[in-house]
């Protein structure tokens, strides 16, 4: 396994330690009718949720390293992944019973992310013409204003979810455009980079928005929708992402098997009030 590897899956171990404490803190915190950016500041007084986005945090810098060199579809394909941990947890944990579908859904993610091992290629991503970060920047900004002025009809969780996904994904693929900057320099003038920072501010927002709209279960799937299945397409079209050759077959089953088992794994990152016996 490459450090990039490595890197990612440490990054899952963080952010699934991080869902079940934010899906505490958030319900603890008054939800707001629109997207309203004070909720980060209420959420930030809240213990449970304040440790989580410190986890997050550290996913973040793990995913960040690791995307300059491995591609955006096999760094997100991990960090769906997350929620097999999650599940694994409460059963260690809270001794909550995992049942046969769940087994079948972990040893899918499993065996996703062992063909992602296999086929995904790894090395930094091909040269872009210099106003891509100037797309993607317009991109979040775009993203950010829609939900903010659609955010009174998301009365549910899917959407915000959905767009919170969309959010991290823009930033992961910021992150990999980022991965042939040279120093300190280059990442300050780069678009990207600022690309990178709003997109995880309006994720975190649009998450724990989707959070006090409903089911975890709902927020979760949505946002791992959102995170996976575009980025990956803009990494492979566009940045260079690339494939072992022959292995096409592989790297497509691995990532589907790894997207729809985190899918099927999402309601394990709903708090449970207690163990079970």
């Known amino acids: 396994m490459s450090l990039g590897f490595l890197l990612a899956f440490l990054a899952a171990m963080c952010s699934a330690t991080a869902a079940i404490v934010q899906s505490i803190g958030a319900r603890r915190v008054a939800a707001s009718e629109r997207l309203d950016p004070r909720l980060l500041w209420r959420l930030l007084r809240s213990g449970p949720y304040a440790a989580g986005l410190a986890l997050d945090g550290a996913a973040s810098g793990f995913s960040f390293t690791a995307l300059r060199t491995v591609p955006v579809f096999a760094v997100q394909a991990f960090g769906a992944a997350n929620l097999s941990l999650v599940a694994l947890m409460a059963m260690l944990v809270l001794h909550v019973r995992l049942t046969a579908r769940d087994w079948l859904a972990i040893g899918g993610v499993v065996g996703g992310l062992l063909l992602l091992l296999i086929s995904a290629g790894t090395g930094p991503p091909a040269e872009v013409t210099a106003g891509a970060g100037w797309w993607l920047l317009g991109a979040v900004l775009a993203l950010a204003v829609g939900a903010y002025l659609g955010s009174p009809r998301m009365r549910r969780p899917a959407l915000p979810g959905l767009l919170a996904g969309l959010s991290f994904g823009s930033a992961a693929v910021g992150a990999r455009l980022l991965g042939r900057a040279g120093g300190p320099t280059e990442l300050l003038a780069s678009p990207a980079s600022y690309a990178v920072v709003f997109a995880g501010l309006t994720g975190v927002l649009l998450y724990a928005t989707a959070l006090q709209r409903g089911s975890v279960t709902v927020a979760s799937a949505s946002a791992i929708?959102?995170?996976?299945?575009?980025?990956?397409?803009?990494?492979?079209?566009?940045?260079?992402?690339?494939?072992?050759?022959?292995?096409?077959?592989?790297?497509?089953?691995?990532?589907?098997?790894?997207?729809?088992?985190?899918?099927?794994?999402?309601r394990h990152a709903e708090p449970h009030p207690g163990p079970t016996d």
Do not use: H, K, M
């Open 225 to 266: 929708v959102g995170q996976t299945v575009a980025p990956s397409a803009a990494g492979w079209l566009l940045l260079g992402d690339f494939i072992r050759p022959g292995a096409e077959a592989l790297a497509g089953l691995g990532f589907v098997l790894a997207v729809t088992g985190a899918i099927a794994l999402a």
